[in-house]
T-cell receptor, first 119, second 109 residues
Framework: EPEVTQTPSHQVTQMGQEVILRCVPI?????FYWYRQILGQKVEFLVS????????KSEIFDDQFSVERPDGSNFTLKIRSTKLEDSAMYFC?????????????????FGPGTRLTVL | DAKTTQPPSMDCAEGRAANLPCNHS???????VYWYRQIHSQGPQYIIH???NNETNEMASLIITEDRKSSTLILPHATLRDTAVYYC??????????FGSGTRLQVQP
């Protein structure tokens, strides 16, 4: 069964450094997302991406964050200058627009996450 | 997207059915009910979704009331591996999923 994959599984970085988190969405999916989960807190939406542009972003997704689909398979999240409070699990997800008898739906499929630790 | 209400925690005996309720009284006509779960710190896992009819797949069944204001996720034979936080989310799709606190299901041996 197709899966979303993410690399690395764990990233440790120093405050102020840039990090790039990588995701390979499910191959026929066209919608891509990043979420994060700070330890002990809820899963929070960061950004969604469709047709090579950001379609929605949250207040968390400020100028320090950027996303890119550099080729036909990868989807990346870059944090330019990491802060201590960026320490979290980062989840990538992808979805396909699917029609069924009741209308259209999007089930988002999540990757296993990257644990980012900022020291 | 409509707000949902779920009990914070539930217990279930292994091998028994787990019935997880969700209230979504403000759901609108084009919103689907989705269920996800998160096992420990893993990525959320899609379980099932429905619009107005009851649905069943290999993982679970979803019962939606006729007025669509509430639903129940049923795990027919819960195992220890079903211990997780279960999220009921209503939304129209393509946009962000909004995760609440969910229901922490503990399956007891």
């Amino acid at each position: 069964e197709p899966e979303v994959t993410q690399t690395p599984s764990h990233q440790v970085t120093q405050m102020g450094q840039e990090v790039i988190l990588r995701c390979v969405p499910i191959s026929n999916h066209l919608y891509f997302y990043w979420y994060r989960q700070i330890l002990g807190q809820k899963v929070e939406f960061l950004v969604s991406f469709y047709n090579n542009e950001i379609s929605e972003k949250s207040e968390i997704f400020d100028d320090q964050f950027s996303v890119e689909r550099p080729d036909g398979s990868n989807f990346t999240l870059k944090i330019r200058s990491t802060k201590l409070e960026d320490s979290a699990m980062y989840f990538c997800a992808s979805s396909a627009f699917t029609l069924d008898g009741g209308g259209a739906y999007h089930a988002q499929y999540f990757g296993p996450g990257t644990r980012l630790t900022v020291l | 997207d409509a707000k949902t209400t779920q009990p914070p925690s539930m217990d279930c005996a292994e091998g028994r059915a787990a019935n997880l309720p969700c209230n979504h009284s403000t759901i609108s006509g084009n919103e689907y009910v989705y269920w996800y779960r998160q096992i420990h710190s893993q990525g959320p896992q899609y379980i099932i979704h429905g619009l107005k009819n009851n649905e069943t797949n290999e993982m679970a069944s979803l019962i939606i009331t006729e007025d669509r204001k509430s639903s129940t996720l049923i795990l027919p034979h819960a195992t220890l591996r079903d211990t997780a936080v279960y999220y009921c989310i209503v939304y129209t799709g393509r946009r962000a999923l909004t995760f609440g606190s969910g229901t922490r299901l503990q399956v007891q041996p």
